[in-house]
C-alpha cells in the first residue's frame, strides 16, 4: 500500500492550476514535513502552499473505505518512531490526534481548521444534523456532490464564487471516501506541540475558546485555507517552524543545565580564548548573549564595574545565573529586549551557531551597540564536528550533526550590518575514551540539539556503526573538533 505522495515546487506561480500539479508518489521520507490532508482532497491541493515555502510536501494519501481500518494500520506502523513535523488540515487534524492516542510522537504539529470535535451543539459549525445531510449527499456521489462539497469548504471566503478552484483538486468520486466522515462526530485532540489557524468566516469549524495552544485567526477565510490563502499559510508555517527550532535549542540547553559546566571544558577554554582578547570601558552597560551557566559574566565581573546583563534562550541557564547574583533575562539573540543604542560592550561565547537567522542577529547586535560599540564574539564554522558527520554519513545513520555557516558567512553577516569586522579563527579539538562518551560530551552542553536532521531515533545497532567509523576516522581514537571562529566587532558611526 502506497501512502505518500510527495509535492514538488513549483516556483512559476503560489497560485497554480491542475496542469502545474507536480506529485509523485514515494516512500517515506523523515527530512520533509508530513501532511493530513483534509478530507475529500487530492495531494495536488497543496501545491501551492509547496510553492510558497519553496520545499517538497510529502503528503498522506487518504485510502477508499474498503481500506480505510488497514491504511491507519500501516500509517501508524510507518510512523511510529519517525517523530514526523507535520500539517494537518480540517480531518487530517483527527487523524493527527489518533495516531498520537496511539502512541505516535511528533515533532510539531500545525493544525489548519481543526479542532477535537466537528460537532457542536449550537452557533456556527457542524451540527449532527448537518452532518447526517452532508452524508446523504456525498453516498449519491457525482458531480452534485462535489459541487455541494466545495460550496460547503469555500463558504463566506474568496473562493466561494470559484467553484472550479476547489473542485479540480477533489477526488473523482467523493462516495468513494464515506467511511472517515464517521470521525467528525469523535471528540479526540492533539495533545501537545500544536499551533492552530482557523479560517473566522468557516461554516464547518468555528474558531472557539476552548482550543488550548497558539490560535491565529485569519477573519476573512473560510475552511479552504491552503486553496484559498497559501501565502497566509506559509508565512505562518514558516514563523512557527521557526519558533519551534528556537524552542528545541531551549529545551536541549535547559536539560543541560546541570551537567553543562563539567561537561563544558572546551567551551570554558573557547570562552578564555575570546575574553582574552575583550577590553572593557570603566563604566557602561556589558551583555552576555547567550550567558549560559555564567562562565563568562563571573570571569568579566571581575573586571568591570558598570552594569552586567545575562541574556539566555533558556529559562533554565536563566535561573541559573540568577542564583548566582547576576540580572538576567530570557532572550533571543535575534530580538534582543534591548533599546536601540543601548549597549556598550557585548559578549557571546559559543552561542549565536544554534540560531536559525544568523544574518538577524548581527542586524539586532547593531542595532542596540551605541556607536562605536563594541562586541566579541565566538562561534562556529563549517568544519566543526566533521568527524562525526563523515562517519555519519559512512555509517549510513543519515545527517546527524549540524552544519553551520562558513567562517567567510559569519564575517558577511556582520559587515552587511554595518559592524567594522576582525575574523580569527583555530581549530579545538575534543577527544573521549569511547564513543558514547564523545555522545555524552555533546549532550552534557546542549549540542547534541541536530537541527533540520531525521527524525527517528538511532537503534543500538546504528549506534555501533557509527561508532566503529568515527573510530576508523579518528586514526583509533574517538576524537572531533570544533572549528572556532571569533570575531572582533565595532559599529560604525
Same mark, same amino acid.
Given at each position: 500500500?502506497?501512502?505518500?505522495?510527495?509535492?514538488?515546487?513549483?516556483?512559476?506561480?503560489?497560485?497554480?492550476?491542475?496542469?502545474?500539479?507536480?506529485?509523485?508518489?514515494?516512500?517515506?521520507?523523515?527530512?520533509?514535513?508530513?501532511?493530513?490532508?483534509?478530507?475529500?482532497?487530492?495531494? @495536488? $491541493?497543496? %501545491? =501551492?502552499?509547496?510553492?510558497?515555502?519553496?520545499?517538497?510536501? %510529502?503528503?498522506?494519501?487518504?485510502?477508499?473505505?474498503?481500506?480505510?481500518?488497514?491504511?491507519?494500520?500501516?500509517?501508524?506502523?510507518?510512523?511510529?518512531?519517525?517523530?514526523?513535523?507535520?500539517?494537518?488540515?480540517?480531518?487530517?487534524?483527527?487523524?493527527?490526534?489518533?495516531?498520537?492516542?496511539?502512541?505516535?510522537?511528533?515533532?510539531?504539529?500545525?493544525?489548519?481548521?481543526?479542532?477535537?470535535?466537528?460537532?457542536?451543539?449550537?452557533?456556527?459549525?457542524?451540527?449532527?444534523?448537518?452532518?447526517?445531510?452532508?452524508?446523504?449527499?456525498?453516498?449519491?456521489?457525482?458531480?452534485?456532490?462535489? =459541487?455541494?462539497?466545495?460550496?460547503?469548504?469555500?463558504?463566506?471566503?474568496?473562493?466561494?464564487?470559484?467553484?472550479?478552484?476547489?473542485?479540480?483538486?477533489?477526488?473523482?468520486?467523493?462516495?468513494?471516501?464515506?467511511?472517515?466522515?464517521?470521525?467528525?462526530? !469523535?471528540?479526540?485532540?492533539?495533545?501537545?506541540?500544536?499551533?492552530?489557524?482557523?479560517? @473566522?468566516?468557516?461554516?464547518?469549524? $468555528?474558531?472557539?475558546?476552548?482550543?488550548? =495552544?497558539?490560535?491565529?485567526?485569519?477573519?476573512?477565510?473560510?475552511?479552504?485555507?491552503?486553496? $484559498?490563502?497559501?501565502?497566509?499559510?506559509?508565512?505562518?508555517?514558516?514563523?512557527?517552524?521557526?519558533?519551534?527550532?528556537?524552542?528545541?535549542?531551549?529545551?536541549?540547553?535547559?536539560?543541560?543545565?546541570?551537567?553543562?559546566?563539567?561537561?563544558?571544558?572546551?567551551?570554558?577554554?573557547?570562552?578564555?580564548?575570546?575574553?582574552?582578547?575583550?577590553?572593557?570601558?570603566?563604566?557602561?552597560?556589558?551583555?552576555?548573549?547567550?550567558?549560559?551557566?555564567?562562565?563568562?559574566?563571573?570571569?568579566?565581573?571581575?573586571?568591570?564595574?558598570?552594569?552586567?546583563?545575562?541574556?539566555?534562550?533558556?529559562?533554565?541557564?536563566?535561573?541559573?545565573?540568577?542564583?548566582? @547574583?547576576?540580572?538576567?533575562?530570557?532572550?533571543?539573540?535575534? !530580538?534582543?529586549?534591548?533599546?536601540?543604542?543601548?549597549?556598550?560592550?557585548?559578549?557571546?561565547?559559543?552561542?549565536?551557531?544554534?540560531?536559525?537567522?544568523? $544574518?538577524?542577529?548581527?542586524?539586532?547586535?547593531?542595532?542596540?551597540?551605541?556607536?562605536?560599540?563594541?562586541?566579541?564574539?565566538?562561534?562556529?564554522?563549517?568544519?566543526?564536528?566533521?568527524?562525526?558527520?563523515?562517519?555519519?554519513?559512512?555509517?549510513?545513520?543519515?545527517?546527524?550533526?549540524?552544519?553551520?555557516?562558513?567562517?567567510?558567512?559569519?564575517?558577511?553577516?556582520?559587515?552587511?550590518?554595518?559592524?567594522?569586522?576582525?575574523?580569527?579563527?583555530?581549530?579545538?579539538?575534543?577527544?573521549?575514551?569511547?564513543?558514547?562518551?564523545?555522545?555524552?560530551?555533546?549532550? @552534557?552542553?546542549?549540542?547534541?540539539?541536530?537541527?533540520? =536532521?531525521?527524525?527517528?531515533?538511532?537503534?543500538?545497532?546504528?549506534?555501533?556503526?557509527?561508532?566503529?567509523? !568515527?573510530?576508523?576516522?579518528?586514526?583509533?581514537?574517538?576524537?572531533?573538533?570544533?572549528?572556532?571562529?571569533?570575531?572582533?566587532?565595532?559599529?560604525?558611526?
Amino acid at each position: 500500500m502506497t501512502l505518500f505522495s510527495h509535492i514538488i515546487p513549483h516556483l512559476g506561480a503560489s497560485q497554480c492550476d491542475q496542469a502545474n500539479v507536480k506529485t509523485q508518489q514515494a516512500e517515506f521520507d523523515s527530512s520533509l514535513a508530513l501532511v493530513f490532508n483534509g478530507w475529500g482532497f487530492q495531494a @495536488g $491541493a497543496w %501545491q =501551492a502552499l509547496s510553492n510558497e515555502l519553496n520545499t517538497r510536501l %510529502q503528503v498522506v494519501d487518504q485510502p477508499a473505505d474498503s481500506d480505510y481500518n488497514e491504511w491507519f494500520e500501516a500509517l501508524y506502523q510507518q510512523l511510529k518512531d519517525q517523530r514526523p513535523r507535520v500539517i494537518a488540515w480540517s480531518l487530517g487534524v483527527q487523524v493527527v490526534a489518533r495516531l498520537q492516542q496511539r502512541g505516535v510522537i511528533f515533532e510539531s504539529v500545525f493544525a489548519i481548521a481543526g479542532r477535537a470535535s466537528f460537532i457542536v451543539e449550537a452557533g456556527r459549525g457542524l451540527k449532527l444534523a448537518d452532518l447526517a445531510k452532508f452524508q446523504k449527499r456525498v453516498a449519491k456521489g457525482g458531480a452534485r456532490a462535489r =459541487a455541494y462539497f466545495a460550496a460547503l469548504v469555500s463558504h463566506g471566503g474568496p473562493l466561494a464564487h470559484d467553484a472550479s478552484a476547489i473542485t479540480r483538486y477533489l477526488q473523482p468520486e467523493l462516495a468513494d471516501y464515506g467511511r472517515s466522515l464517521a470521525d467528525l462526530a !469523535a471528540t479526540v485532540s492533539v495533545t501537545h506541540g500544536a499551533s492552530y489557524v482557523l479560517g @473566522g468566516l468557516d461554516a464547518l469549524v $468555528a474558531p472557539l475558546p476552548e482550543i488550548e =495552544a497558539e490560535v491565529e485567526v485569519l477573519a476573512e477565510q473560510s475552511h479552504d485555507l491552503p486553496l $484559498a490563502a497559501p501565502k497566509q499559510l506559509g508565512e505562518l508555517i514558516q514563523q512557527y517552524w521557526l519558533r519551534e527550532r528556537q524552542r528545541k535549542v531551549a529545551r536541549s540547553f535547559s536539560r543541560a543545565v546541570d551537567s553543562y559546566a563539567e561537561s563544558s571544558s572546551l567551551q570554558q577554554r573557547v570562552a578564555d580564548s575570546l575574553l582574552a582578547e575583550v577590553t572593557l570601558p570603566e563604566a557602561g552597560l556589558l551583555v552576555d548573549l547567550g550567558s549560559g551557566t555564567g562562565y563568562c559574566a563571573q570571569q568579566l565581573q571581575t573586571r568591570f564595574s558598570g552594569e552586567l546583563l545575562c541574556i539566555d534562550l533558556s529559562p533554565e541557564m536563566v535561573a541559573h545565573t540568577r542564583q548566582l @547574583g547576576f540580572r538576567s533575562t530570557v532572550g533571543d539573540a535575534q !530580538a534582543l529586549p534591548l533599546e536601540d543604542n543601548s549597549v556598550d560592550v557585548l559578549v557571546s561565547s559559543l552561542a549565536i551557531q544554534w540560531c536559525p537567522n544568523p $544574518a538577524g542577529v548581527f542586524a539586532e547586535i547593531a542595532r542596540v551597540l551605541k556607536p562605536n560599540g563594541r562586541a566579541w564574539i565566538a562561534t562556529l564554522g563549517e568544519l566543526s564536528l566533521a568527524e562525526l558527520r563523515t562517519s555519519a554519513e559512512v555509517a549510513g545513520v543519515g545527517n546527524r550533526v549540524n552544519d553551520f555557516p562558513a567562517h567567510t558567512d559569519w564575517l558577511a553577516f556582520a559587515r552587511a550590518s554595518l559592524l567594522n569586522s576582525q575574523l580569527q579563527r583555530y581549530q579545538a579539538p575534543v577527544e573521549a575514551s569511547s564513543f558514547s562518551d564523545l555522545l555524552k560530551h555533546l549532550r @552534557g552542553v546542549g549540542a547534541n540539539c541536530v537541527l533540520n =536532521a531525521p527524525r527517528k531515533p538511532l537503534t543500538r545497532s546504528n549506534l555501533q556503526s557509527w561508532g566503529k567509523a !568515527a573510530r576508523e576516522a579518528g586514526g583509533g581514537s574517538y576524537r572531533t573538533h570544533y572549528d572556532v571562529v571569533q570575531l572582533t566587532l565595532t559599529k560604525l558611526n
